[in-house]
């Protein structure tokens, strides 16, 4: 078995996803998948990323219902698809799901679904959530129909909006391609729209149930929910050309060298008082990789005490590199006398790192719409009292837990030296498409900080796959039988080349916005560059995403150019020309299929083979090129 074939290699686990069944009517594609329907097409253009029909829990993770009685009819121009999907809560509680899909060429998408529960059913949201893809899409036209029949001639959120856009929706148009345009219309409960690019995710969300209306919620015994979403497409074209049926990876990607310019960021690695001592363990990887930055994470809630800074101490005297502590605050005294006692147990250990990130632990939580803030001490307190601990010290804020909370909670930054935020791809969702979307978003996120932030130096991370901590709910979510599970601890990925190739993606995603430091990893630990004596490892005990971060932080501080693809969703690439040696193309397949690349203008320094250059799934590749 090679590289390209073995599951484990590719996502660090033998379990696989069972693929999508694409389903036509006419001019109309879907992929249907796991119930759902995705990426819903038009003569080969993007109308919705998806619509699905979701159950999520208290602590908002997601259910994976079993189906059944499922029944797929492809006509030659219509297709049928009809399910029961079981959904089993706590307590043996139960939730039945009765679904109809149709469609027909020049006609109407139908999905209709109606839930019941024989014990009644415990449930934060129960229902259709329809995504509108981004790219293309932000800020252009869109009209919403209201549920009291007015309608609105408005524009998608160019810059991430914090609350949600649209509420109290029916329906919602938008333009496809020129005199092509799709109304979405959604019945059976009120919907309204949030922006999920506030979580990476690469979507607009249109969901029932309002968030203002409490949650949880009990879905009563017996009672129907019946619901129901229909996509109608109108083209007013006079010229009609056949659809294009061309497979994914059919086509070469095309990379040229655009007109951006920068310098490559720091990168940083994060270190838990957890994972310390296998991080001093681990002091010959450390010097190897050789990181700009490494970030300290100190949360009092979490048990971290005065012995933690000895061993943060000695392992910062390995580095030659700056660091960093964020500290989450537990705020049951006042700032000042915790920032004090802090202050106290690093100068006993003798550990005073470079600078000092701070924020209320309270902070960490989301607030979603229609919820009452719990109660924190004013910011300014908080940053006035760090200024007095760490004299001298660069002091940053923002929020150790992710751009939402950013964006809803706007710190006040003239205290503040720095900006800083995580982000986590399986918040809502954890297929390997869904995560490997997130990186469309990442642009909107970098220049809706510089809307509110301007020119305030600016780092990103930890940004992992696993999620390390849940602004959403009561914890993360276990994942000892390591599946793809929305809001998980571990994730078997991170110890795959799809890992690799995520962080590469999102190193290019992020390159213009001027970082001063990107973290996509710890050391050790299950966020870590190398696995444990007891975790499954593909590469010896090196993770693949070693090689990404190692290679980042050899270019840490070179320019970049940037480089165009003619298919983002498949390959991303830039240039890098390190401070000894020659411009370096550096290329990622963020797919599961093998990607053709031609290089246009480009030249390599080495010819490359007549038939050009071919990426295996998840592969990243480097390419010397002439000055």
Same mark, same amino acid.
Request: proline share 8%; hydrophobic share 35%; net charge negative.
């Given at each position: 078995?090679?590289?390209? *074939?073995?599951?484990?290699?590719?996502?660090?686990?033998?379990?696989?996803?069972?693929?999508?069944?694409?389903?036509?009517?006419?001019?109309?594609?879907?992929?249907?998948?796991?119930?759902?329907?995705r990426i819903i097409t038009?003569?080969?253009?993007?109308?919705?990323?998806?619509?699905?029909?979701?159950?999520?829990?208290?602590?908002?993770?997601?259910?994976?219902?079993?189906?059944?009685?499922?029944?797929?009819?492809?006509g030659e121009d219509a297709f049928l698809v009809s399910y029961v999907a079981h959904c089993i809560g706590s307590e043996g509680t139960m939730l039945e799901i009765r679904v109809h899909i149709s469609a027909e060429a020049g006609g109407l998408v139908i999905f209709d679904a109606e839930a019941v529960s024989e014990t009644g059913f415990e449930t934060n949201r129960c229902g259709f959530c329809i995504l509108h893809p981004i790219v293309g899409v932000a800020g252009t036209p869109v009209s919403v129909e209201h549920v009291d029949g007015h309608r609105d001639d408005t524009h998608f959120p160019d810059l991430i909006e914090p609350w949600q856009p649209f509420k109290d929706m029916r329906a919602i148009t938008h333009t496809v391609m020129p005199q092509v345009t799709a109304e979405c219309r959604m019945e059976g409960d009120t919907f309204e729209m949030e922006d999920q690019r506030n979580w990476s995710d690469a979507s607009y969300k249109t969901y029932v149930r309002p968030l203002a209306l409490p949650w949880p919620y009990q879905i009563p015994a017996g009672q129907s929910v019946r619901q129901r979403v229909v996509l109608g497409i109108k083209d007013k074209r006079e010229t009609l050309n056949a659809p294009e049926s061309a497979s994914p990876g059919s086509r070469a990607v095309t990379i040229t060298e655009g007109a951006k310019r920068g310098t490559m960021p720091a990168t940083g690695l994060v270190i838990t008082p957890e994972e310390a001592q296998a991080t001093l363990e681990a002091r010959d990887v450390l010097a190897e990789i050789g990181p700009q930055e490494l970030l300290f994470h100190f949360d009092p809630n979490a048990g971290h005490g005065a012995d933690a800074f000895k061993a943060f101490n000695a392992i910062a005297q390995l580095n030659a590199g700056t660091s960093t502590l964020e500290i989450a605050l537990p705020?049951?005294?006042?700032?000042?006398?915790?920032a004090m006692e802090c202050a106290i147990w690093m100068?006993?250990?003798?550990?005073?790192?470079?600078?000092?990130?701070?924020?209320? *632990?309270?902070?960490?939580?989301?607030?979603?719409?229609?919820?009452?803030w719990p109660a924190c001490p004013p910011l300014e307190e908080v940053y006035t009292a760090a200024r007095a601990a760490f004299p001298g010290t660069r002091l940053g804020g923002g929020m150790l837990s992710y751009f939402t909370e950013l964006n809803r909670k706007r710190v006040p930054s003239e205290p503040l030296d720095l900006i800083t935020h995580c982000t986590n791809p399986i918040v809502h969702a954890s297929d390997d498409l869904s995560v490997m979307q997130t990186l469309e978003a990442l642009p909107f996120i970098t220049r809706s900080v510089h809307a509110i932030y301007g020119d305030k130096p600016y780092r990103i991370g930890p940004s992992t796959i696993p999620m390390r901590q849940n602004p959403y709910g009561s914890r993360t979510m276990d994942n000892r039988d390591g599946r793809r599970i929305a809001m998980a601890?571990?994730?078997?990925?991170?110890?795959?080349?799809?890992?690799?190739?995520?962080?590469?993606?999102?190193?290019?995603?992020?390159?213009?916005?001027?970082?001063?430091?990107l973290t996509l990893s710890a050391l050790t630990g299950p966020f870590g560059l190398i696995a444990g004596r007891d975790e499954p490892s593909p590469a010896g005990g090196r993770r693949p995403i070693f090689n990404t971060v190692a290679l980042l932080a050899r270019l840490a501080?070179?320019?970049?150019?940037?480089?165009?693809?003619?298919?983002?969703?498949?390959?991303?690439?830039?240039?890098?020309?390190?401070?000894?040696?020659?411009?370096?193309?550096?290329?990622?397949?963020?797919?599961?299929?093998?990607?053709?690349?031609?290089?246009?203008?480009?030249r390599p320094a080495v010819q490359l083979p007549g038939d050009g250059l071919t990426l295996g799934p998840y592969a990243v590749g480097s390419i010397v090129l002439a000055d």
């Open positions: 078995m090679t590289a390209e *074939s073995d599951p484990f290699q590719l996502y660090g686990t033998y379990e696989t996803e069972t693929p999508p069944v694409r389903l036509t009517a006419g001019r109309l594609a879907v992929d249907f998948k796991d119930g759902n329907l038009y003569d080969g253009i993007e109308v919705l990323r998806g619509v699905s029909y979701l159950v999520r829990d208290r602590d908002w993770g997601t259910y994976a219902p079993s189906l059944s009685e499922l029944t797929i009819n492809q705020c049951k005294q006042s700032p000042l006398a915790e100068q006993t250990a003798g550990f005073w790192p470079d600078a000092i990130v701070i924020s209320p *632990s309270v902070d960490r939580q989301s607030t979603p719409p229609g919820s009452q601890n571990t994730d078997p990925r991170h110890n795959g080349r799809f890992a690799e190739a995520f962080a590469l993606g999102y190193a290019a995603k992020v390159l213009d916005a001027g970082l001063e430091c501080g070179s320019p970049w150019r940037e480089c165009i693809s003619s298919d983002p969703t498949a390959v991303l690439a830039f240039i890098a020309k390190p401070a000894h040696g020659a411009p370096q193309l550096l290329l990622v397949n963020v797919t599961p299929v093998a990607q053709l690349i031609e290089l246009g203008r480009l």
